[in-house]
């Protein structure tokens, strides 16, 4: 069944859809017909509401309640801590593929080494939509926050920062049993030794990806792949 994001979605036996893109996925894209189900949720609580369309008109969409479905929570909460790239090719994608691997939270911010990108109202519009987007198509319910910062403050809690440096390192194992923490991923050319003295006098945990050397957009989605792999 296809799922469907809706801000404070709240469920109700007859419900009347009137959202004009979900309007036209549903009557142009997908072409459903009357007797076909879809799921609705409100990216905050693990449920999903089943709903059997009742009714088609140019402009709205009829439906009725059929089943709820309750879903575990989920176990950790990653917040990632992105330098900012310097392409937006590269920002959707780290969106898009750490929203299907479950970080809670996006938080881009301007590293010593971040190439200028600027991001317009627009950009960032279309970058919560490819959050929701891969939200509905990942099966999971939180659609995580998108947080822009010009400066880098410090962070309570659990926080690592990735160094293909291995002297002192922490190993990533190390960390898979916490369900909170901060992971800080550098930008194309690394951290600056400025930051990295920040990041140890904030108490940061230094870790170590053994002998992978990953990209900027590719390191925070395989991290938290890892880490809710082996809780």
Not at 96 to 105: A, D, L, N, P, R
Not at 137 to 156: A, H, I, M, W, Y
């Amino acid at each position: 069944m296809q799922r469907f994001f809706i801000k404070n979605f709240q469920s109700t036996p007859l419900f009347v859809l009137k959202d004009e893109s979900i309007v036209h996925q549903i009557n142009t894209v997908l072409r459903s017909k009357e007797g076909e189900r879809c799921i609705f949720f409100d990216g905050v609580y693990p449920t999903d509401y089943v709903y059997e369309l009742v009714a088609i008109k140019k402009r709205e969409l009829h439906f009725r309640w059929v089943d709820i479905i309750h879903k575990k929570s989920e176990r950790k909460n990653i917040c990632l801590y992105q330098a900012v790239p310097n392409k937006l090719e590269k920002l959707e994608y780290i969106i898009q593929k750490g929203t299907e691997v479950w970080i809670s939270k996006f938080c881009f911010f301007r590293s010593e080494r971040s190439q200028k990108l600027l991001l317009s109202d627009s950009k960032k519009e279309r970058l919560q939509k490819i959050c929701e987007e891969a939200t509905e198509q990942s099966g999971r319910n939180l659609v995580p926050s998108l947080v822009f910062s010009e400066t880098l403050d410090k962070v309570d809690g659990e926080a690592l920062f990735f160094d293909p440096s291995m002297d002192n390192s922490h190993r990533l194992s190390d960390f898979s049993q916490i369900k909170n923490m901060s992971l800080f991923v550098w930008p194309e050319w690394w951290w600056s030794e400025r930051e990295i003295h920040q990041f140890l006098h904030f108490w940061y945990k230094k870790v170590s990806l053994g002998d992978f050397i990953l990209r900027t957009e590719t390191a925070g989605v395989v991290v938290t792949f890892f880490l809710h792999q082996n809780h």
